[in-house]
């Protein structure tokens, strides 16, 4: 199975919108991340804009539609097309979320959660096998934002996602914005949760803004939107995960109200700047 590593640098997500400006020169960024999904098409400007890109850039393939935490079996025509685009790019990461998205085959179009039990558990690490052996690479899982939590649930969602890097191989991807929205909205903390997650397993991390609301009890609900700047609460986890792993490579996520370039570009430069202040190697 091929390991590959992104840059222990910050990335951001590639826009359409912003090739020009990243075209005009080198930017001060380790890579770019895009949704698999976007580039299933075997042509047209969407490959010859990523083309460009991967000349001159380390790339993540981001996946949103294996449904990974389906009990469901994968689809086999979207994990050959997967297998496909990774052989056509040559990506340094692959990753996907730990959150089911289709049943039968109605596509819902969003990240739905699971319950945290030993059958889901064996289920994913089973998809996770089927998507390794397929790609031939490792995969990253990214754990998920949440609304709710099942009552049905055994396993810590930390103690569930090492389980699965333990039997699979995979690596995770850790979403600080994730952590501090489902924190949020549980009432759990953020900093607990960080001090349990498997960080040893982590190959990227994701860093991404959200929009506070309440709920119908007037307790505070955050939503994980990606259209606002990273708030101060989540840089400030982020700091303290970088403290103790050393540089890991960090994606600033923008998938809506697309700013121009030089704003999610100083995103990306204010994660550069906490990583170039981390230890230089991850804590043992």
């Known amino acids: 199975m091929k390991r590959t590593h992104l840059p222990r640098q910050a990335g951001v997500g590639f826009k359409p919108q912003h090739f020009t400006d990243i075209a005009e020169g080198r930017q001060p960024v380790g890579f770019f991340e895009v949704h698999a999904e976007n580039y299933m098409g075997d042509g047209g400007l969407p490959h010859a804009q990523l083309n460009r890109i991967r000349e ?6 981001h996946g949103v539609g294996l449904s990974i935490g389906s009990m469901q079996d994968l689809d086999r025509d979207h ?3 997967l297998s496909a685009l990774c052989e056509r790019y040559q990506p340094e990461s692959f990753s996907e979320h730990l ?5 039968g085959t109605v596509f819902l179009n969003d990240l739905l959660p699971l319950p945290y039990t030993q059958q889901t558990l064996d289920r994913i690490v089973e998809h996770v096998d089927q998507v390794q052996s397929a790609l031939r690479r ?12 099942f009552a049905e649930s055994t396993i810590a969602e ?10 699979t191989g995979c690596g995770l991807l850790l979403d600080v914005n994730n952590v501090f929205v489902s924190a949020t909205n549980h009432q759990l903390d953020a900093t607990a949760y960080i001090a349990a997650f498997p960080l040893q397993h982590v190959g990227e991390i994701h860093l991404s803004g959200h929009a506070a609301t309440e709920d119908e009890t007037g307790a505070p609900l955050l939503i994980d939107t990606h259209d606002t700047p ?3 609460p989540v840089w400030s986890l982020y700091q303290s995960v970088i403290a103790t792993t050393g540089p890991i490579a960090s994606l600033v996520e923008w998938d809506d109200k697309i700013p ?3 704003v999610l570009r100083a995103e990306a430069e204010a ?7 981390a230890p230089a190697r991850r804590a043992a």
């Open 56 to 61: 001159n850039y380390a790339l993540s393939l």
């Open 79 to 81: 994990l050959a097309r």
């Open 99 to 103: 959150a089911w998205s289709s049943h």
């Open 138 to 149: 490792q995969m990253l899982l990214e754990n998920p934002a949440t609304y709710l939590l």
């Open 158 to 167: 930390t103690d569930f996602l090492n389980e699965i890097a333990r039997r």
């Open 230 to 232: 990273v708030t101060d």
């Open 260 to 262: 121009a370039w030089p």
């Open 271 to 277: 994660a550069q700047a906490i990583l170039d202040r």
